[in-house]
C-alpha cells in the first residue's frame, strides 16, 4: 500500500513570497490533516477534512494560509505572503475516518520550508 | 484543552541499556492515547498505541500502558539499540466534536551510543 505522498520536499523563499505543498493520501482515506510542525516542537495540527469538506481550521492564520481539498482527495496547502516565523516542517497525514479516537494517521515525509 | 507533557530531552544511552521516556496527559475526554517515532530524515511513523485504560501498547520492543489513575502513557524499552535513536512523541487522540484530531507533546531526542 502506497504512502500518503508530498512534494516538494524543500523550499526556500525569500519572505512576503508565496508558496504552495501538495500532499497525496492514502487512497480511500476519508480523513486529511495538515500539521506545522517548528524546530523543537511537536507538530501543530493546521487544518482537518473530511472528504472535502473542512471539520476544523482554528488553528489555521486565514490571513496568509490557505487549504483546498478537491474531489475529496489530492490537497494543497499555501502561504500567501510568507513570513520568517513560517520556516517549519509542514507535514501531511491520512486517516481512514477520522470519526474514532482509535484512528491512527499515517504521515507523509513533510515539506522543509525555509523562509530568508 | 487537552495538552501533552514528555520528558525533556536530550536523552543519550549507551546500547542495550534499559529506556524510559515520561510522559503525562490532560484531556477533556476519554482519550486514545499513541507514540510516534521520527527517524533522522523521515516522517513520523506510528509506534505504538492504547485506546483504553490499563490496555498495553507494543511494537518493536516498545511498550507502553494507558494509566488513567495517573493520566500517564510512559514509554520503556529493555534494551536500546543503536538503531533507536531517533525523536519519539507522546499524543493523545481526543474528540473536538464529531472529529478527533492529535495532540503531541514536544518530543524527546533519544540518542543510543554503541
Known amino acids: 500500500e502506497a504512502g500518503v505522498a508530498q512534494s516538494p520536499r524543500y523550499k526556500i523563499i525569500e519572505k512576503r513570497q508565496s508558496v504552495a505543498f501538495w500532499c497525496n493520501p492514502i487512497s480511500g482515506h476519508a480523513t486529511l490533516y495538515w500539521y506545522q510542525q517548528i524546530l523543537g516542537q511537536g507538530p501543530k495540527l493546521l487544518i482537518q477534512?473530511?472528504?472535502?469538506?473542512?471539520?476544523?481550521d482554528s488553528q489555521l492564520p486565514k490571513d496568509r494560509f490557505s487549504a483546498e481539498r478537491l474531489k475529496g482527495v489530492d490537497s494543497t496547502l499555501k502561504i500567501q505572503p510568507a513570513k520568517l516565523e513560517d520556516s517549519a516542517v509542514y507535514l501531511c497525514?491520512?486517516?481512514?475516518?477520522?470519526?474514532?479516537?482509535?484512528?491512527?494517521?499515517?504521515f507523509g515525509p513533510g515539506t522543509r520550508l525555509t523562509v530568508l | 484543552g487537552d495538552s501533552v507533557t514528555q520528558m525533556e530531552g536530550p536523552v543519550t544511552l549507551s546500547e542495550e541499556a534499559f529506556l524510559t521516556i515520561n510522559c503525562t496527559y490532560t484531556?477533556?475526554?476519554?482519550?486514545?492515547l499513541f507514540w510516534y517515532v521520527q527517524y533522522p530524515g523521515e516522517g513520523l511513523q506510528l509506534l505504538l498505541k492504547?485506546?483504553?485504560?490499563?490496555d498495553k501498547g507494543s511494537n518493536k520492543g516498545f511498550e507502553a500502558t494507558y494509566r488513567k489513575e495517573t493520566t500517564s502513557f510512559h514509554l520503556e524499552k529493555g534494551s536500546v539499540q543503536v538503531s533507536d535513536s531517533a525523536v519519539y512523541f507522546c499524543?493523545?487522540?481526543?474528540?473536538?466534536?464529531?472529529?478527533?484530531?492529535?495532540?503531541f507533546g514536544k518530543g524527546t531526542l533519544l540518542t543510543v551510543n554503541p
Open positions: 477534512f473530511q472528504n472535502n469538506g473542512v471539520v476544523d
Open positions: 497525514a491520512s486517516s481512514s475516518l477520522g470519526t474514532l479516537a482509535t484512528d491512527t494517521q499515517y
Open positions: 484531556a477533556t475526554g476519554y482519550p486514545s
Open positions: 499524543a493523545l487522540s481526543d474528540s473536538g466534536g464529531s472529529n478527533y484530531k492529535l495532540t
Open positions: 492504547a485506546t483504553k485504560a490499563d
